[in-house]
């Protein structure tokens, strides 16, 4: 296990009850190979790995080895998801198909996607899953968009966390609405973590500055010309930006420049004395 990069970072990660050291999450789809993605997610230092029940085989049955196979025993928070489904009862079906296969595992990240071209989250149909994921028992991390009403909604239904697009899937667009995350972090009383959209460690390092409380991404690491690399990059990156958030940056003073030295006792000032 990695140790925390400093004490400063003791404050933890809360979700649905579970605690966690590490506030980056990070996907196992789209690596070169298990044995890459196994690499990654050990630089990334991450607790939390999101596994796309539609898309990634956990186990198979021809003896090759699957996801499950490439994750350390013990090491890892699954956080199954419902990416690839476009209507509430494709969802929820999926995530109880998740609940079946991970033994009774009930903290799942919900995902219902209004097109295949932006795979933008379809509001509706997502509030719809969400309210019978619920009733059903589920802890919900939510993928939605970034408005605050919305955000507002999904808590007071019970969502674990709300998960704001910083742009779109995979696009490494980074933050493009910096103020309606402020608003939604301001206003949450769950994890706000950003998901979708991060293309590089400075945009890890923006979304924890702005207080966001962790950071999902997958393309990013998985995508990058040295995946290993970028996943320990985005490990600093997300603990330098929670840093800097709980230490408080200086005020900006625009159209001003302020000295960072003193302005008494200059050599000037004692060869007149």
Not at 67 to 85: I, K
């Amino acid at each position: 296990m990695h140790a925390p990069l400093s004490p400063c970072l003791s404050d933890p990660l809360v979700i649905g009850g579970e605690t966690f050291e590490s506030r980056l999450l990070v996907g196992t789809g789209k690596y070169r190979d298990l044995a890459e993605t196994a690499r990654a997610l050990d630089a990334s230092a991450a607790e939390i790995v999101t596994v796309a029940i539609r898309r990634v085989p956990l186990t198979t049955r021809d003896g090759a080895p699957g996801l499950l196979d490439a994750l350390p025993v013990g090491r890892y928070t699954l956080l199954p998801n419902s990416a690839g489904c476009y209507t509430a009862d494709d969802a929820v079906r999926t995530l109880r198909l998740a609940r079946e296969l991970l033994d009774g595992h009930d903290l799942v990240k919900l995902e219902v996607l209004g097109d295949a071209k932006t795979l933008f989250p379809d509001m509706p149909e997502t509030l719809r899953a969400a309210e019978v994921l619920i009733r059903d028992g589920f802890r919900v991390m939510v993928y939605c968009s970034d408005d605050p009403i919305q955000a507002r909604v999904l808590e007071s239904m019970g969502c674990v966390a709300v998960m704001p697009l910083a742009s779109l899937i995979g696009s490494g667009m980074g933050i493009l609405n910096p103020w309606n995350l402020k608003i939604i972090i301001a206003e949450a009383g769950v994890p706000v973590i950003v998901d979708a959209g991060i293309g590089t460690a400075s945009d890890a390092a923006v979304a924890m500055e702005l207080g966001c409380d962790g950071v999902l991404m997958n393309t990013a690491i998985a995508h990058a010309r040295d995946p290993v690399l970028m996943a320990s990059a985005m490990r600093h990156a997300v603990a330098a930006g929670r840093q800097a958030f709980l230490a408080g940056r200086m005020d900006a003073v625009p159209y001003r420049a302020v000295a960072s030295s003193p302005q008494v006792g200059l050599i000037t000032q004692m060869q007149e004395m």
